[in-house]
């Protein structure tokens, strides 16, 4: 791997901590009172960056830019042309597309850093991209400027390493195709967000999916991070090491980890693998109430069965699913579960988890063995997305995600599903229950202004609903554009400015992905 940049480095720390001195010793001369350590850092932080930090404080894409950028990564790798730029306008949300002015392909990270460092130079808005998956605008290049697509030309698995559970690779693999390097392992990477998303990506969302109530989530899953700061500046965020843990230090990766592509671009991750189990079996039972289903799955939690997935769907989304995918479920509020283990172990969970349901009036408890049937079961979960837009040709969709406490979910998921119905907005309802987190289908027609003030009022209540039960605006979909609104809200002023201050440090001139996560004034 690629080592820091000291030159690099010390410069930046040098001139910035000059600079704290400075106006710390302004500061201290003015007769303000100082609550906290962190007024005085968000002062400071406020002094040091509000005229480079700025929305509208940004260069222009010149001759002599596109000139560097060509030197820099070649000149076929630096597109204008507008199929390509409209290609990475915008992501699979509902909000409006923006042009990017250029798309570049980097092959290296030396050239990802060479990009970031003309970016830095010139002050062009730079947002890095991965397969453009997202739900909450986030690889939207609201600023215009360079996107830098990682994907493209960064498709190497670096390593796997089988006997320590971990692999290695580039910005352009995805889950998929790192699993099908995988069969011959015996080893899997099991985190799924349902798009054939890349794995790098997946570390900038924080992404979980299906199989984060047994594996965790990619907050948990990635064991080191090469990335490359706004300056071009290159860091391991754990050194080399692949180690399972440490305590060295301060905690890098989790910092990059779910940063958006806010902090820094990642171009390699180095994730945790696991070992496929002996036996899967998947099962389907329906009930008769929305809340009978959550709370039957609440009780499978706190039973300690060990499932692998525990995934709801309202009848509506049931609906949908059967009429896209060809399956004939009954169309109530469903649980689909699967359990991993050994045979005698799953056989032993299915059969728990079918006494557990059963209290909740069940209506089935239908078991599926063989790879072939679980794998038309789970794609037509999977699918759900493209099932919803079949149900309403035409329209686009407003996808969102809240998570909460378990205990607090079957409240949430019935509030909001009566919140729904009211609006008279068609939307079905997904969830991944046994982690507390639910996504909402909202078919809207983004040309009736009335539709879409209705649908914004669910979101808006559903989110506030949400962080009031001590949960999250956002599960996995992460903050974006769509979700600011909503994060001081949640984590506190405290927390937001030092989140803050952490952007201001690394990215003083407010080029990576912009207008994301937190607004700097």
């Known amino acids: 791997m690629i080592g820091l940049s000291s030159t690099v480095h010390y410069s930046m720390w040098t001139t910035y901590s000059s600079r704290l001195r400075h106006i710390g010793r302004n ?40 000139r560097s950028l060509a030197a820099a990564i070649g ?47 010139f002050r062009v808005p730079v947002v890095p991209w991965g397969t453009g998956t997202g739900l909450e605008g986030g690889s939207i290049p609201v600023r215009g400027g360079v996107v830098m697509d990682l994907a493209q030309r960064m498709t190497n698995i670096v390593s796997i390493n089988e006997s320590d559970f971990d692999a290695t690779v580039e910005p352009g693999v995805t889950r998929v195709r790192l699993n099908q390097e995988l069969r011959a392992t015996g080893l899997w990477f099991p985190i799924d967000p349902g798009a054939d998303a890349s794995v790098c990506g997946m570390a900038a969302t924080s992404a979980s999916g299906t199989n984060a109530v047994r594996y965790q989530t990619m907050r948990h899953n990635v064991l080191n991070l090469q990335a490359v700061l706004a300056d071009g500046t290159v860091m391991e965020t754990n050194g080399n090491s692949r180690s399972r843990k440490t305590s060295a230090g301060f905690d890098l990766t989790g910092l990059f980890v779910g940063s958006e592509g806010c902090l820094a671009a990642i171009t390699r991750a180095t994730v945790r693998l696991h070992p496929v189990a002996e036996s899967a079996v998947a099962a389907v039972c329906g009930f008769p109430t929305v809340a009978a289903a959550v709370d039957a799955a609440t009780v499978v939690m706190q039973s300690a069965i060990p499932v692998a997935k525990i995934e709801f769907m309202d009848s509506e989304m049931v609906d949908a699913v059967n009429n896209y995918s060809g399956l004939e479920h009954a169309v109530v509020p469903t649980l689909f579960f699967e359990f991993h283990g050994s045979e005698t172990a799953v056989a032993e969970d299915s059969r728990r988890t079918r006494e557990v349901v059963s209290e909740f009036e069940a209506i089935a408890f239908d078991v599926a063995s063989e790879p072939d049937a679980r794998a038309r079961l789970w794609k037509a979960r999977h699918n759900a997305l493209y099932a919803c837009k079949a149900a309403r040709p035409g329209v686009r969709y407003i996808m969102t995600d809240v998570c909460v406490p378990i205990s607090r979910l079957s409240e949430c998921l019935t509030r909001t599903k009566s919140d729904i119905l009211e609006s008279g907005i068609p939307g079905p309802i997904v969830g ?90």
Request: aromatic fraction near 4%.
């Open 75 to 121: 000149d076929k790798h630096v597109i204008d042309s507008q199929a390509i730029r409209e290609q990475h306008s915008h992501d699979e949300s509902h909000h409006s597309a923006v042009l990017p002015e250029l798309v570049a392909l980097p092959a290296t990270t030396e050239e990802v850093s060479a990009v970031l460092r003309l970016c830095n130079e």
């Open 432 to 521: 991944h229950v046994g982690d507390g987190n639910f996504h909402v289908v909202l078919l809207v027609d983004q040309s009736d202004a009335d539709e879409m003030d209705r649908a914004r009022g669910v979101i808006e209540r559903m989110c506030r609903l949400a962080i009031g039960m001590e949960g999250t605006c956002t599960g996995e979909h992460g903050i974006g554009i769509g979700k600011q609104r909503f994060l001081e809200a949640e984590v506190g002023i405290g927390s937001l400015e030092t989140m803050r201050l952490i952007k201001r440090t690394l990215d003083p001139n407010n080029i990576l992905n912009p207008g994301k996560v937190l607004a700097l004034s």
């Open 27 to 66: 500061y201290v001369r003015s007769k303000k009172a100082v609550r906290s350590p962190l007024d005085t850092l968000y002062i400071i932080s406020r002094a040091t960056f509000s005229h480079s930090a700025t929305s509208g404080d940004y260069g222009t894409v010149t001759d002599d830019f596109q």
